[in-house]
C-alpha cells in the first residue's frame, strides 16, 4: 500500500511517500527567503507553496521509483498553521485525489511531529511522555495511542522556539535564530544569569525571558556598545542552557507525577543539541527510556506526516471531502 503526504503548514512545503510503513522518499523546500525579513510573512509563504508543490510532489513520487497511479491514498496536514500556507496543501491534496479516485486523510501536525517517533527503530511503548518544542507550540503530551492524546501542559505565551528566534533577533541573528544559537553557543559558558519564571505545574511561560534579556542588554550596550558581538558565544549559551533547563525541570515533574519513564521529545527546537545531551543525561540518571528524533525529522517534514497517516490508512480513517483547513487544529 502506497500514500503521498504533504506538508505545507508553515514555511516549508513537504512531500513524502510512504509504502507498507516505510517512508520511501522524503522533500523539503525551504523557503529561505524569510532568512532576510526576519520572520514568516503569510502572504509571501503561500505564494512560494504554490510555486513549490507541483515539483516537490513530482520529487518524491520519482524519489520513491513509483507512478502516480500507484498511490492509495493522500494524506495532507490539516491543521494547525497558517490559514493561507494549509490552503495550498489541502486543496492539492483533494484536487490530486478526485483525479486519481482514491481518498484523502487528513493529519494534525502536532501529533505528527509526536508520531515521527514510529518512522525508526527504537519506537516508544505506550502510553509515553512527548514534550513538542517548537516554533508555535511547547507542549507536554500524554500520548496514549496513535489517536489518542491528552496535552497536560503548554506554554502560556510564547513557544520555546519563538524565544529562541525572538532573542536571537534582539542579538542580530537571522531569522530563525534556534540554529544560529545552538552553534554560537558550543563556543561559549552559561555565564549570564537569566530569569526563570514560576508557572504551574507542566506549564511554561517564555515572554518575560525574551523581554528580561531585551531589557538585559540595552543595560549592557549603554556600557559597552560592543557588549553583543564580544559576548555572543556566551550569550547564546546562557539564553539556550536556561531554555533547556526551563523545558527539563517540567519534563521531570511530569514524568514522577506520572510515573511514566518512556520519554520523547520532538518539533523543530528537539533538533537543539543541548537539549538532545541534557535529556540523555537526565535521563540515565532518572532511568528513562529515551526517545530523541533524527534531525531530519524535527523540523517540518512531510514523513511525519505520512507515518501519522499510516496509522489511519490502517484503520481506514479518510476524510470527506468537504473539510478544509483548520489553522487552530488542537491535539
Ligand atoms: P509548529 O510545529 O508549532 O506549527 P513550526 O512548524 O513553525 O511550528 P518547527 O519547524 O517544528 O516549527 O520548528 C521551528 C523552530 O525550531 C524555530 O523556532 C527554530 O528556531 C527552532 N529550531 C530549529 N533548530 C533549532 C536548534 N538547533 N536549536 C534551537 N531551536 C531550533
Ligand atoms: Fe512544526
Redesign the pocket.
Known amino acids: 500500500e502506497t500514500l503521498l503526504a504533504i506538508e505545507s503548514?508553515?514555511?516549508?512545503t513537504g512531500a513524502s511517500i510512504i509504502i507498507d510503513a516505510e517512508i520511501a522518499s522524503n522533500v523539503v523546500s525551504s523557503q529561505i527567503d524569510h532568512q532576510n525579513l526576519g520572520g514568516v510573512v503569510p502572504e509571501l509563504a503561500s505564494r512560494k507553496h504554490m510555486e513549490s508543490i507541483g515539483w516537490v510532489v513530482e520529487e518524491a513520487v520519482k524519489n520513491a521509483r513509483i507512478e502516480k497511479k500507484d498511490i492509495d491514498a493522500i494524506a495532507f496536514t490539516r491543521g494547525?498553521?497558517l490559514m493561507g500556507s494549509l490552503l495550498v496543501g489541502v486543496s492539492f491534496a483533494k484536487s490530486m485525489a478526485q483525479a486519481l479516485d482514491i481518498p484523502i486523510i487528513e493529519v494534525n501536525?502536532?501529533e505528527a511531529?509526536i508520531l515521527s517517533h514510529f518512522i525508526d527503530d527504537p519506537v516508544p511503548d505506550f502510553p509515553f511522555l512527548c514534550l513538542t518544542v517548537?516554533?508555535?507550540?511547547t507542549q507536554i503530551v500524554k500520548v496514549f495511542d496513535y489517536n489518542k492524546m491528552e496535552v497536560l501542559g503548554q506554554t502560556l505565551d510564547d513557544?520555546a522556539?519563538?524565544a529562541?528566534?525572538k532573542a536571537g533577533k534582539i542579538m542580530g541573528l537571522p531569522y530563525?535564530?534556534?540554529?544560529h544559537?545552538?552553534r554560537l553557543a558550543q563556543k561559549g559558558q552559561a555565564v549570564f544569569p537569566l530569569p526563570h519564571p514560576t508557572v504551574d505545574k507542566y506549564h511554561f511561560s517564555f515572554s518575560g525571558l525574551k523581554t528580561a534579556f531585551l531589557y538585559f542588554l540595552q543595560k549592557e550596550m549603554k556600557k559597552d556598545p560592543g557588549f553583543i558581538d564580544n559576548n555572543i558565544h556566551d550569550l547564546a549559551a546562557s539564553l539556550?542552557s536556561t531554555i533547556v533547563h526551563i523545558l527539563l525541570k517540567e519534563l521531570k515533574q511530569t514524568s514522577q507525577d506520572t510515573s511514566i519513564n518512556e520519554i520523547a521529545i520532538a518539533?523543530?527546537?528537539s533538533?537543539?543539541?543541548a537539549?538532545r545531551s541534557q535529556l540523555s543525561k537526565v535521563g540515565a540518571e532518572l532511568g528513562w527510556n529515551v526517545y530523541i528524533p533524527k534531525l531530519e525529522y524535527?523540523?517540518?517534514n512531510a514523513a511525519m506526516i505520512a507515518q501519522a497517516a499510516w496509522f489511519k490508512y490502517l484503520h481506514q480513517e479518510f476524510s470527506s471531502f468537504n473539510i478544509t483547513a483548520d489553522p487552530r487544529l488542537k491535539v
Open positions: 503548514s508553515c514555511d516549508d494547525p498553521g501536525h502536532m511531529h517548537s516554533g508555535g507550540h513557544a522556539g519563538e529562541f528566534d530563525p535564530a534556534g540554529p544559537i545552538d539556550q518539533g523543530g527546537v533538533a537543539n543539541s537539549l524535527c523540523i517540518d
